[in-house]
C-alpha cells in the first residue's frame, strides 16, 4: 500500500508563491503516474497536473498552465508542485495522488493541504 502525505500548503496573498510537497512510502516501485489535484470549497474535484515516473510526460491543466510546475524527485521519493503568481480562485484544498498505470484512475490518495490565496 503507498502512502502519501502532503505538506506546503497555507495562506497567501494573490501574486505570491507555495511549493507543496508529497512524500510516498510503501512500493513506490508500482506508480507509473503521480498526479496532482484540487477542491475547492462547494466544487468537485478538479484535475491539476501530472507526472509519469520517468518525467518523460508532462500534463498541467489550461487554467493554470504557465503558473504551476509538477516534478518529482524519484530519489526522495516526494512530488512537488511549485504554485506562483497564485490567485483567490487557486483557493482549494491540494491532493496528490498515485497510480498504478498510465491510463487508468488513481489507487491511491493523500489527505490534502490547504491553500489559501487572499486578494
Known amino acids: 500500500q503507498v502512502q502519501l502525505v502532503e505538506s506546503g500548503g497555507g495562506s497567501v496573498q494573490a501574486g505570491g508563491s507555495l511549493r507543496l510537497s508529497c512524500a510516498a512510502t510503501?512500493?513506490?516501485?508500482?506508480?507509473?503516474?503521480w498526479g496532482w489535484f484540487r477542491q475547492a470549497p462547494g466544487k468537485e474535484r478538479e484535475f491539476v497536473a501530472h507526472i509519469t515516473k520517468t518525467g518523460r510526460d508532462v500534463y498541467v491543466t489550461d487554467s493554470v498552465k504557465g503558473r504551476f510546475a509538477i516534478s518529482r524527485d524519484n530519489a526522495k521519493d516526494t512530488l512537488y508542485l511549485q504554485l506562483n503568481s497564485l490567485k483567490p480562485e487557486d483557493t482549494a484544498l491540494y491532493y496528490c495522488?498515485?497510480?498504478?498505470?498510465?491510463?487508468?484512475?488513481?489507487?491511491?490518495w493523500g489527505q490534502g493541504t490547504q491553500v489559501t490565496v487572499s486578494s
Open positions: 510503501g512500493p513506490t516501485w508500482s506508480i507509473v503516474t
Open positions: 495522488a498515485a497510480s498504478k498505470s498510465l491510463t487508468g484512475g488513481f489507487d491511491y
